[in-house]
C-alpha cells in the first residue's frame, strides 16, 4: 500500500526558534498533500493544503507566516514552524492524496513537536 | 453546527458486544466517506471507505445513508484490540476538502 513518511518524528526546541517538518510519499507522486495538527484528545484539525508548484492554502485561523508550507516536488511537502512557542507544541502529521481509484488519504505516522 | 458530527463516547462495552457509530454530515455535496481507526498517539489509519450499497468487512460494516447524510459504522463480536478512536471523514468533489469528525473514544472491557 501507499507510504508517507515523516521526519522528524519527535522534536524538542526552544521557544524562539524554528522547527522545519518533513513528510514524503514514498511509492507514489502526490499533487496534493495535507497538513494536520492534533492537540491531546482532540480530532485532527486541517492546517492547510499543500499543491506541488504553488501556494499552499490555508484554513482559517492558522496563520501562513508561522507555519510555512512548501511543496517542491511530488514527493516532499515540509511545513516550517517559524518562531515556535509553547503553545504551538503539538502532534503534527501529514496526509497526501493518493489517487489510486479512490480518495483515500495516507497518513504519515506524525510529528510530535515540543517547545520548551 | 460543525460539519460533520460525531458522538464523541467513550463508549465502554464488553467484550463480544456489538457496538455501533453514526456520523452526520451537513453537506449535501460531500461525495466521499470513510471511517479511520485512530490509536493513542498514532496517525490515522484507513478502516473502510463507506459506500451507498453498504459495505462490510469481517466484523466490520459501513452503511451511508445520503438522504438523511449520515453514515453508520458497526462492530460485531468486539475485540480488546478494538479499542480506539473512530473518526468520521467526509471529503468534497476533487477531495479538495477533507473534513474530519471529531471521533468517537471506543473502550473494549475483558
Known amino acids: 500500500g501507499a507510504v508517507v513518511s515523516q521526519h522528524p518524528s519527535w522534536v524538542i526546541c526552544k521557544s524562539g526558534t524554528s522547527v522545519k517538518i518533513e513528510c514524503r510519499s514514498l511509492?507514489?507522486?502526490?499533487?496534493?498533500m495535507f497538513w494536520y495538527r492534533q492537540f491531546p484528545k482532540q480530532s485532527l484539525m486541517l492546517m492547510a493544503t499543500?499543491?506541488?508548484?504553488?501556494?499552499?492554502?490555508?484554513e482559517q485561523g492558522v496563520e501562513k507566516d508561522k507555519f510555512l508550507i512548501n511543496h517542491a516536488s511530488l514527493t516532499l511537502s515540509t511545513l516550517t514552524v517559524t518562531s515556535a512557542h509553547p503553545e504551538d507544541s503539538s502532534f503534527y502529521i501529514c496526509?497526501?492524496?493518493?489517487?489510486?481509484?479512490?480518495?483515500?488519504?495516507?497518513f504519515g505516522p506524525g510529528t510530535r513537536l515540543t517547545v520548551t | 453546527r460543525k460539519e460533520v458530527e460525531q458522538d464523541p463516547g467513550p463508549f465502554n462495552v464488553p467484550e463480544g458486544a456489538t457496538v455501533a457509530f453514526n456520523c452526520t454530515y451537513s453537506n449535501s455535496a460531500s461525495q466521499s466517506f470513510f471511517w479511520y481507526r485512530q490509536d493513542c498517539r498514532k496517525e490515522p489509519k484507513l478502516l473502510m471507505s463507506?459506500?451507498?450499497s453498504g459495505n462490510e468487512d469481517g466484523r466490520f460494516t459501513a452503511q451511508l445513508n445520503r438522504a438523511s447524510q449520515y453514515i453508520s459504522l458497526l462492530i460485531r463480536d468486539s475485540k480488546l484490540s478494538d479499542s480506539a478512536t473512530y473518526l468520521c471523514v467526509v471529503t468534497h468533489s476533487s477531495a479538495s476538502k477533507i473534513i474530519f469528525g471529531s471521533g468517537t473514544r471506543l473502550s473494549i472491557r475483558p
Open positions: 496526509s497526501a492524496d493518493y489517487r489510486g481509484f479512490t480518495d483515500e488519504q495516507y
Open positions: 463507506v459506500y451507498s
Open positions: 511509492d507514489f507522486q502526490a499533487t496534493t
Open positions: 499543500s499543491n506541488e508548484g504553488s501556494k499552499a492554502t490555508y
